[in-house]
């Protein structure tokens, strides 16, 4: 399926109802300029000043919301997940915070955290839907909160999950158990998912969480034991080769990992005076490590032979293409220096085209790292790909790869366009400049061509 910015706007905003067809049309605007010009300033991604003073009335119009943006949005989702061919879709949940500490002009920001002082900004739970071949489908959650949201005059003890950050874990995984998805959905998560709450709501569902400690008692044949013990005491099997990303490096690097798995573990309510009765969770348990590092995965899925093991493996390392998502929003379209300061409504509409923007660029680097027979007309435009070739004095030719178009984006930012041993992949960053580069050489192209 081919899919351009143009096209991917049209498609992301489809369904959309701001109940005025001046804001529809704007919204499709903000978007093109948000990709062609990668940053969160009006001035920044919109050049053309009466662009800029209609994107300002737009972001504090009454008649736009975060839900209203977003809705449409999740509704093309669905229909992405409902055409694909494979069973299993991965759900990735995770939060990260925008920190608007350092602009005081900014009003009606909560609290997102303390040290020496308050840290004020806003908060974001967000769902990411992907493939197991590593595909970005589009988001089916996004929620802002700050914990200026909550009664915090009263003790942790004594609130219950909803007036606490911790419950939006449960409303997301709550809210895309009613969108009654017909494919086999796996929440992954990580350490902080590891409450009881969160692993209660996800009881018939199928999911992936890494334990936050293995200091947890568990019981298994009516015995109460420590996690820790209890999976010392099984047997080791080796062997299991996982390609995990370096940080560093910036690449994905092969390991070797061991395994120790228990099956069948129930983790019993924890101690909470004001509510009893609850029964206890069942599910397996692995333990993953090698010389550096150590997970401890809970998991619905079954651990019937070594292939069901990498399999959860895969699956879950596959998490960290959340926190690439959020680089890019962060790196990329630097969403914490959003200078709005009409309302927090106003900043939450801007964050809200970001996050669908950010996913259109990422949905571009990975189906180039990982789709390389896919033709890179697919993503781009012919006279996009006519420029960029003309300008590295190239020969010309539509017909190559999105690979091959993705190597030649990256040499925009000097890098030397191959992978070899020494020479990692372009990263996120990279990527991002050269697509900014890459739009002004469009322009510049099709006006000579003129």
Not at 174 to 185: A, G, R
Not at 196 to 207: A, D, N
Not at 433 to 446: A, I, P, S, W
Request: overall charge positive; proline content about 4%.
């Amino acid at each position: 399926m081919k899919l351009t910015n143009t096209q991917f706007i049209e498609n992301t905003f489809k369904t959309l109802h701001l109940f005025d067809k001046r804001l529809v049309k704007r919204t499709h605007i903000i978007c093109l300029d948000l990709l062609e010009n990668a940053h969160s300033l009006v001035k920044k991604f919109s050049k053309n000043p009466l662009h800029q003073r209609a994107a300002y009335d737009y972001f504090s119009s009454r008649k736009v919301s975060p839900e209203a943006l977003f809705q449409p949005h999740q509704d093309h989702t669905l229909e992405v997940i409902d055409q694909e061919i494979t069973s299993d879709i991965l759900v990735l949940h995770d939060t990260t915070v925008y920190n608007f500490t350092t602009h005081p002009a900014k009003i009606h920001i909560g609290r997102i955290g303390k040290g020496h002082q308050d840290y004020y900004g806003v908060a974001q739970h967000t769902s990411l839907a992907i493939t197991p071949c590593n595909r970005p489908l589009g988001l089916l959650n996004l929620e802002y909160f700050d914990y200026d949201d909550f009664n915090t005059s009263l003790s942790r003890t004594k609130r219950p999950l909803e007036e606490k950050a911790t419950g939006r874990w449960i409303s997301a995984i709550n809210h895309i158990k009613k969108l009654s998805l017909q494919k086999k959905i796996i929440h992954i998560a990580d350490r902080e998912s590891d409450f009881y709450g969160c692993l209660k709501s996800l009881e018939q569902e199928w999911f992936i969480i890494r334990a936050s400690h293995k200091n947890r008692y568990v019981q298994r044949d009516s015995h109460l034991l420590r996690l820790r013990d209890l999976l010392e005491k099984q047997t080791l099997q080796k062997g299991f080769e996982l390609s995990i990303y370096d940080t560093q490096k910036g690449a994905y690097t092969f390991n070797t990992f061991s395994c120790q798995v228990v099956k069948d573990v129930e983790i019993p309510e924890p101690h909470r005076p004001q509510k009893k009765g609850e029964s206890p969770i069942r599910c397996h348990v692995v333990r993953v490590f090698d010389e550096e590092r150590e997970w401890i995965l809970y998991t619905s899925l079954p651990l019937d032979s070594r292939e069901d093991i990498f399999k959860v493996l895969d699956y879950y390392r596959k998490r960290w293409h959340i926190e690439s998502y959020f680089k890019v929003l962060k790196t990329t379209f630097k969403a914490e220096e959003i200078a709005l300061h009409q309302s927090k409504e106003a900043i939450l509409n801007l964050l809200t085209l970001l996050n669908m923007m950010a996913l259109r660029i990422y949905w571009t680097i990975y189906s180039a790292r990982n789709e390389d027979n896919e033709p890179a007309l697919k993503a781009f435009e012919e006279c996009e790909i006519k420029a960029l070739q003309t300008y590295l004095r190239v020969p010309l030719n539509i017909n190559i790869s999105i690979k091959e178009m993705y190597l030649m984006i990256a040499r925009l930012d000097n890098h030397p366009g191959k992978i070899t041993k020494s020479i990692a992949p372009p990263g996120i960053l990279t990527i991002s400049r050269g697509l900014h580069k890459l739009y002004t050489l469009t322009q510049m192209f099709q006006i000579l061509s003129t």
